[in-house]
């Protein structure tokens, strides 16, 4: 199995037969999370830590419970509470973290590029949990194995509509960088002020509105309206946004009859999405997303322990 990287900061870095090999290994995990006994030794003896710097509910739960599967002891930093509110500064907080010799290392951070300076300075591997509106590999990852088991394993030329608040959201990046390096076909819909002008440079399509962008899609993508990460009025009002590019049958009558829904959570039913589309099991799969993405953080952790043990074993011979 060839995976040749040290971390996982993005997608950016990734290329298709890298994306191929976590997905693949993905699907053992997923077999193996259905079973009674869940437990693996891929990372016995391997210590994980958690440093989440921004709130998260599902990333967070997943990746402990993707360590804990495969036999890490994983400890949860509570970062809100930690030195960086007494002014450490995060290379400080990384330096201390590196002396207690944590081989992997899970990361969310609400600046851009905060993950990959803290990945130059610790000696293990590190997995970026989602770095401000920059890059989320592990859920555009989980994403593509939804998409894949749901269109009969494939994830190739299929026309997919990533909706909603584009400009501040990290999940669409990566999703864009994934789905465009596997060759399908990208459409983004949002109001203009949502989708800014250099999305364009990626190779996608561009709609401001729902009917006209979901026509034929076979994925919909709804994303959550950003609101943390606007610091002024980017929509009219939460109702006319709703009405405009909230998906509810009437528009997703739209896609093709197949079309899947996805949302990466957390939610805002009645504001970018109707609650009754969202539990509808013929149609979302909402649910699936949050059980692939367990056995995706399983496998990119794995993937990464196995290069960290092969480089210090490499290191130990060269010694
Ligand atoms: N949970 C995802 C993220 O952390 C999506 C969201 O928050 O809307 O980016």
């Known amino acids: 199995m060839s995976f040749a990287h040290a971390h996982l900061l993005g997608i950016e870095q990734l290329n298709p037969f890298d994306i191929t090999t976590l997905l693949d290994l993905a699907e053992v995990y997923v077999d193996l999370n259905r079973r009674d006994i869940k437990h693996s030794d891929a990372l016995t003896g391997l210590t994980q830590i958690n440093m989440f710097f921004e709130n998260s509910t599902r990333t967070q739960a997943s990746f402990e419970l993707a360590g804990k599967r495969l036999g890490a002891d994983v400890m949860n930093m ?23 010799h944590p081989d992997l290392l899970v990361v969310r951070h609400p600046h851009s590029g905060a993950v990959d300076l803290l990945a130059q300075k610790v000696n293990c591997a590190v997995l970026n949990a989602g770095d401000g509106k920059h890059e989320h590999p592990t859920q555009a990852l989980l994403d593509a194995l939804t998409i894949r088991r749901a269109k009969g394993g494939r994830l190739q030329r299929l026309n997919i509509a990533i909706c909603g608040d584009i400009a501040h959201s990290r999940v669409a990046r990566s999703n864009i960088l994934l789905l465009g390096k596997m060759e399908n076909r990208i459409r983004l819909i949002g109001p203009p002020t949502l989708l800014p002008a250099p999305f364009k440079e990626f190779g996608v399509e561009v709609y401001d509105d729902m ?6 899609v076979d994925v919909v993508m709804m994303l959550r309206l950003q609101k943390e ?3 002024g009025g980017f929509i009219p009002s939460e109702r006319e946004y709703y009405h405009r590019y909230g998906l509810d049958a009437e528009k997703l009558a739209y896609a093709k009859p197949d079309a899947i829904v996805m949302h990466p959570g957390p939610m805002n039913r009645g504001v970018e999405i109707d609650g009754e589309i969202a539990d509808d099991i013929n149609r979302s799969v909402i649910q699936e997303q949050v059980e692939m993405g367990v056995a995706v953080r399983m496998a990119a952790m794995d993937l990464l322990a196995r290069n960290l043990r092969a480089r210090r074993t490499d290191a130990g011979v060269m010694a």
């Open 78 to 100: 509570a970062m809100q509470a930690s030195s960086i509110k007494k002014g450490e500064t995060l290379i400080d907080t990384a330096m201390t973290l590196n002396a207690m």
């Open 211 to 216: 009917r006209d962008g979901l026509k034929d």
């Open 229 to 231: 990460r606007m610091d």
